[in-house]
C-alpha cells in the first residue's frame, strides 16, 4: 500500500483559491494514477479530478475550467488547483491512487458564502 498525506485544505471565501498537495510513498510514483475525490457532509464519495502517468487528465463536469490536477514526480506529488470556489466544493479531500488501491486521510476543505 502507498502511504498518501495531504495538505493545502482551509477555509475560503466564495470566489477564491486553494491549492491541495498530496505526497506519496514509494519510488515508483511515477507509475501511479492519481486522483482527487471529495466527500461532503450527508454524501457519498465522488471523483473530482485524476491525472495518468502520461500526465493526461481528467475532470468531474461539476469542476471543469476552475481545478486543475497536477503532478510532480520528482517530488512524488500530486496536486489539485482550485479556484473560483463556491460553497457546493465545501467537503473533505481525499487524495487516491488507483493501483495500489490507497487513500490519504484527507484535507478539509470549507468555501464561506
Known amino acids: 500500500q502507498v502511504q498518501l498525506v495531504e495538505s493545502g485544505g482551509g477555509t475560503v471565501q466564495a470566489g477564491g483559491s486553494l491549492r491541495l498537495s498530496c505526497v506519496a510513498s514509494?519510488?515508483?510514483?511515477?507509475?501511479?494514477?492519481m486522483n482527487w475525490y471529495r466527500q461532503a457532509p450527508g454524501k457519498a464519495r465522488e471523483f473530482v479530478a485524476g491525472i495518468g502517468r502520461s500526465e493526461g487528465t481528467s475532470y468531474a463536469d461539476s469542476v471543469k475550467g476552475r481545478f486543475t490536477i497536477s503532478r510532480d514526480n520528482a517530488k512524488n506529488s500530486v496536486y489539485l488547483q482550485m479556484n473560483s470556489l463556491k460553497f457546493e466544493d465545501t467537503a473533505v479531500y481525499y487524495c487516491?491512487?488507483?493501483?495500489?488501491?490507497?487513500w490519504g486521510q484527507g484535507t478539509q476543505v470549507t468555501v464561506s458564502s
Open positions: 514509494g519510488r515508483t510514483f511515477s507509475s501511479y494514477a
Open positions: 487516491h491512487v488507483v493501483f495500489p488501491n490507497s
